[in-house]
């Protein structure tokens, strides 16, 4: 290990005991070393847009997660960091820290010799060890207890409320993007599609759908984005987390699974 690697290496064990510790850059060095060089007995998620992989130091372990297409992605990257660096809360997953690094690589080219850069943009997390609240959601009736259930209800509700009150639209919110600590304590996650208003902003207009089908608003296909999109997401997961079902399921079903819990 190089001693940039090495330095940030001990900020990154530091970072992992303080909670109050501000996130930083992190050098392609460190993350190569504690992720194994991204090897695939690592990897721990994969999506549309990057692999996860977990990061194993001295003190503990943390979640790597390395972008595909770049280029095509940088956007996702810059956003999913600036939202990141201004959030602090017990029910959004802790940010630990990014990469931004580019490098030039020579290379022959249809006979010509060119400089092409090569791009790494990764995130490092807190790793969460039970996984997505998508492993949950199955039949309501070998599924979670009631008291669980309503813990991560709330603790979504609460994170996302965090969110709001500080401007920003998750814009992806479902069961996958929800990760589960040890005490089944939920943290929102993934804000590669989210966007941060100013005081004075409510909506927005876009000409691309965001987030994942099943899981946006109805006016999100006109492409309006207001705070009330991600309450329509809220309200799908909550139903998912009742029934145990995923897509369209009946009131009437919601209303019979709710008479089956000991509710207080």
């Known amino acids: 290990m190089d001693s940039a690697a090495s330095s940030a290496h001990d900020i990154l064990k530091h970072i992992l005991l303080d909670e109050e510790e501000t996130p930083t850059d992190l050098p392609l060095s460190l993350l190569k070393e504690i992720t194994n060089n991204f090897s695939s007995e690592r990897e721990i998620g994969c999506g549309g847009f990057a692999v996860v992989y977990k990061g194993m130091l001295a003190n503990g372990t943390v979640a790597v997660k390395r972008l595909s297409n770049t280029h095509m992605h940088e956007n996702k990257f810059h956003q999913e960091v600036e939202c990141l660096m201004k959030v602090k809360h017990k029910n959004i997953v802790r940010f630990f820290g990014y990469c931004s690094d580019t490098q030039g690589k020579a290379a022959n080219y249809n006979g ?53 009150c500080n401007y920003i639209l998750h814009l992806d919110l479902k069961p996958a993007n929800v990760l589960l600590d040890i005490h089944m304590l939920p943290k929102i996650a993934d804000f590669g599609l989210s966007k941060c208003f100013n005081e004075k902003q409510s909506q927005t207009v876009t000409s691309k759908l965001c987030g994942s089908i099943g899981y946006f608003a109805p006016e999100s296909y006109s492409g309006r984005i207001t705070f009330k999109s991600d309450i329509y997401s809220l309200g799908v997961i909550i139903i998912e987390i009742l029934t145990g079902e995923k897509g369209y399921v009946e009131l009437e079903d919601v209303r019979i699974v709710l008479c089956t819990y000991d509710v207080p």
């Open 112 to 164: 010509k010799f060119v400089m092409a850069e090569i791009q790494q943009r990764l995130l490092c997390f807190e790793y969460l060890s039970n996984g997505s609240l998508n492993n949950y959601i199955q039949d309501a009736a070998c599924g979670l207890e009631w008291r669980i259930c309503y813990q991560i209800i709330k603790g979504i509700c609460e994170g996302l409320h965090y969110l709001h």
